[in-house]
T-cell receptor
Framework: AQSVTQLGSHVSVSEGALVLLRCNYS??????LFWYVQYPNQGLQLLLK??????LVKGINGFEAEFKKSETSFHLTKPSAHMSDAAEYFC????????????FGTGTRLQVTL | DGGITQSPKYLFRKEGQNVTLSCEQN?????MYWYRQDPGQGLRLIYY???????QKGDIAEGYSVSREKKESFPLTVTSAQKNPTAFYLC?????????????FGNGTRLTVT
């Protein structure tokens, strides 16, 4: 079964600094990949999703993710962090070709400091 | 506006009681899901349904039950058999359960059992 690994349960950056949140998936066949954001006591909101054939995927709020098949990675980045980006971020994966569940990583909590 | 409504937002129950969490969507989505969220563990799938009158167990279905009598509704019952029911429960839906169709989430129900 597909799985995703998010390295770093907590990441702290200064406002204006680069944000890099890491996600690696387990399959040799590129699955469907997603990034979600969760603010305290709320549901998850879709940031972006991988589209077959793309290497750089742009999402909302200035976030983007780069798909690297050779590294089985789908890391999330933002050039300049804002205080409002402080939240928990989840990478998720779904197998292609069959109806199947969406599996989430354990999440990375992003802290943004002044 | 279309979306997913979970109610209530907070729910308190005594140990040994069954409790039902409500989830309604007006997005005309075929697939619906229930996830459980615990600190540091990400989201774990309880049950999902691809179509009315059909549903499948997820990774942690023991102690839970669901029904899907209407397209719009996917209630979750937490039974007294669930060993650790205190958690944040998230309902989601997607246009269908395949491909890169993203999940749309409700704002969750926080269940506390004492």
């Amino acid at each position: 079964a597909q799985s995703v690994t998010q390295l770093g349960s907590h990441v702290s950056v200064s406002e204006g600094a680069l944000v890099l949140l890491r996600c690696n998936y387990s399959s040799s066949v590129p699955p469907y990949l997603f990034w979600y954001v969760q603010y305290p006591n709320q549901g998850l909101q879709l940031l972006l999703k991988y589209t077959t054939g793309a290497t750089l995927v742009k999402g909302i709020n200035g976030f983007e993710a780069e798909f690297k098949k050779s590294e089985t990675s789908f890391h999330l980045t933002k050039p300049s962090a804002h205080m409002s980006d402080a939240a928990e971020y989840f990478c998720a994966v779904r197998d292609t070709g069959t109806a199947s569940k969406l599996t989430f990583g354990t999440g990375t909590r992003l802290q943004v400091t002044l | 506006d279309g979306g997913i409504t979970q109610s209530p937002k907070y729910l308190f129950r005594k140990e040994g009681q069954n409790v039902t969490l409500s989830c309604e969507q007006n997005l005309n989505h075929d697939a619906m899901y229930w996830y459980r969220q615990d600190p540091g563990q990400g989201l774990r799938l309880i049950y999902y349904s691809q179509i009315v009158n059909d549903f499948q167990k997820g990774d942690i279905a023991e102690g839970y039950s669901v029904s899907r009598e209407k397209k719009e509704s996917f209630p979750l019952t937490v039974t007294s058999a669930q060993k650790n029911p205190t958690a944040f429960y998230l309902c989601a839906s997607s246009r269908e359960g395949r491909t890169n169709s993203p999940l749309h989430f409700g704002n969750g129900t926080r269940l506390t059992v004492t």
